[in-house]
């Protein structure tokens, strides 16, 4: 059995691509892997259809080590947290902390608009936006406006798009009976975790040792899934991040970070630096980034009334020269300047159509983007985003969870929130058919707890 995400061959031609990103000349480690008859395209997936020989594994092996030491240009996007604080412009004014209900209402909307989001998108989940569009229109559904659905759907069309297999039993409209188990929530839940255990003073090494009590080895792919592999190995963070991890940039951190917000309303900064503490298990520089800026948009979006403060708040902890913070400048400039959401996705794919599907730096474009043009409305933010393609159960459920607090539980719409039927599966310790009531009044009295500390 050959691992997903941790082969020597696969690594190093993701690694080839990250490393130029970087800025490294990678142009000798490419030319000696391409004369022994490696191939440079990186696979899309976890794993290649073909394995390498044993020499082409070892000799991926020594070309990541060769990699590793060359150096990294100075880039304006750091890694450090005091680094990044230095970069950090001010804030939006944001409103005082709600009264405990209003909370609690914001809270519970967040877990049910992350819920919603994330089973939105998680049928179509590696299906291209192309093919998502196919889909729909086949079965006179164009635009988007409910979970997707297998009735009605062509044969030739379900062939040549076929669901992702692992959520289609589960995440369909006609099967949907509750929230089923998806790992941006296991992470959303596993944040609430560590907070409960160390309110807002967990560390990195916190994080790494929930990760190994908590998370099976087999529910953590891509960046995670090597800073799991190095922590087994003896390793600490930020090594962990670092060592043979292509996927350091890539949007795992960014989904595991909305409730350091929730925990933090009003305080985005605060939630920010909670986000670089998780994320610097796994990730560096952008994939930092993303998560920070999650988490920021996630405390705002507790007492904000407008998605443009939510976003401002969200883009003031990211470095402004980081390719992040201008896909998502980018993303704002696109739904201001184009109406036809079509054609302002194709701007986006234009810039960023080139990096993987789960890379940070585009999949927060698109969920600044999906957030402005639905500009508080629930429905159209989540749809507009999933359409979009690329990362959609991930993308779905960050857009769904700021829309969702800015709506409030108590205003959003039964169709989304119904077949949700009040629980989720999941297989961390003691979450398993919890309610999303329990789960919100658990998040605002950290949040109320953690703000009487403060």
Same mark, same amino acid.
């Given at each position: ?93 944001? +409103? ?12 519970? #909307? ?85 907070? #409960? ?68 309303? #009003? ?52 470095? +402004? ?134």
């Amino acid at each position: 059995m050959r691992l997903t995400w941790v082969q020597p061959d696969d690594l190093l031609r993701h690694e080839l691509v990250q490393s130029a990103a970087e800025g490294k000349d990678v142009r000798a480690v490419a030319a000696a892997w391409a004369a022994a008859g490696g191939t440079l395209e990186p696979p899309s997936g976890g794993i290649s259809d073909c394995a390498a020989s044993r020499e082409l594994r070892h000799l991926a092996g020594s070309l990541l080590d060769q990699l590793a030491t060359l150096p990294v240009p100075q880039t304006g996007e750091p890694d450090g947290l005091e680094e990044i604080r230095r970069l950090w412009s001010e804030p939006p004014d944001l +409103p005082v902390i709600p009264p405990e209900q209003d909370l609690f209402d914001r809270v519970h #909307g967040a877990w049910l608009g992350r819920a919603a989001g994330c089973l939105l998108g998680k049928p179509v989940e590696k299906v291209p936006r192309h093919g998502i569009r196919e889909i729909l229109q086949s079965q006179q559904r164009w635009p988007l406006n409910g979970y997707f659905t297998a009735a009605g759907l062509p044969m030739g069309v379900a062939e040549r798009w076929p669901w992702n297999r692992a959520s289609r039993p589960t995440s369909l409209a006609e099967v949907i009976d509750g929230m089923p188990e998806d790992d941006d929530i296991n992470y959303t839940m596993l944040a609430l975790a560590l907070v #409960g255990q160390h309110g807002s003073n967990f560390s990195t090494d916190d994080v790494a040792r929930l990760w190994l009590a908590e998370l099976p080895a087999s529910r953590v792919f891509t960046a995670e899934r090597v800073a799991y592999r190095n922590l087994l190995e003896g390793l600490e963070a930020p090594e962990t991040a670092t060592v043979c991890n292509p996927y350091r940039e890539w949007i795992g951190a960014q989904i595991r970070t909305d409730l350091y917000g929730w925990v933090r309303p #009003g305080d985005p900064r605060w939630a920010a630096e909670l986000a670089w503490r998780d994320a610097r298990l796994s990730h560096t520089r952008n994939g930092i980034y993303g998560a920070m800026f999650t988490a920021a948009m996630g405390s705002a979006a507790m007492v904000a009334t407008e998605v443009s403060t939510v976003i401002a708040a969200g883009l003031a902890v990211v470095p +402004p020269q980081s390719r992040l913070a201008g896909a998502v400048r980018l993303a704002l400039e696109v739904a201001e300047e184009e109406p036809d959401t079509e054609r302002g996705l194709d701007r986006l794919y234009a810039a960023y159509g080139d990096l993987h599907w789960v890379h940070s730096v585009n999949n927060a474009a698109l969920v600044a983007y999906g957030l402005r043009v639905g500009d508080g409305d629930f429905t159209r933010s989540i749809c507009v985003t999933v359409t979009g393609g690329w990362d959609t159960d991930s993308n779905g459920a960050t857009v769904g969870g700021v829309a969702g607090a800015l709506t409030g539980a108590g205003m959003l719409p039964v169709r989304w929130t119904g077949p949700l039927r009040n629980r989720v599966a999941s297989s961390i310790r003691g979450f398993d058919r919890t309610g999303f009531d329990d789960l919100a009044r658990r998040t605002a009295a950290m949040a109320t707890n953690l703000a009487g500390r403060s």
